[in-house]
């Protein structure tokens, strides 16, 4: 699995760019590799690239890439049903 860091993202401006960037960022770079590990590597440490992580079990890192994908991800569906609610003129 390849190290990303945030020099290799691309940031986006539009819904449809947002969605496509977390598609390949979820699908590329996270699920797909995570379902090739094979188990015995989930109690492993998870190594220099996961930062403050580094000493704990791959496990560990995974449940917290998780709570922060769905924090974001909900905060994204709250800015997008308000959005058609702002203030026009402002």
Do not use: C, K
Not at 8 to 36: I, S
Not at 45 to 64: E, M
Request: hydrophobic share 40%; net charge negative; no cysteine.
């Amino acid at each position: 699995m390849r190290n990303i860091t945030l020099d290799d993202v691309e940031f986006f401006g539009t819904a449809a760019g947002g969605q496509e960037f977390l598609e390949t960022a979820y699908y590329t770079h996270w699920r797909d590799p995570l379902a090739a590990m094979p188990d015995e590597r989930m109690w492993e440490p998870s190594g220099p690239a996961f930062f403050g992580y580094a000493d704990h079990p791959v496990i560990d890192t995974v449940l917290h890439v998780l709570d922060e994908f769905a924090h974001h991800a909900a905060e994204l569906g709250v800015l997008r049903d308000l959005y058609p609610h702002r203030p026009t003129g402002t």
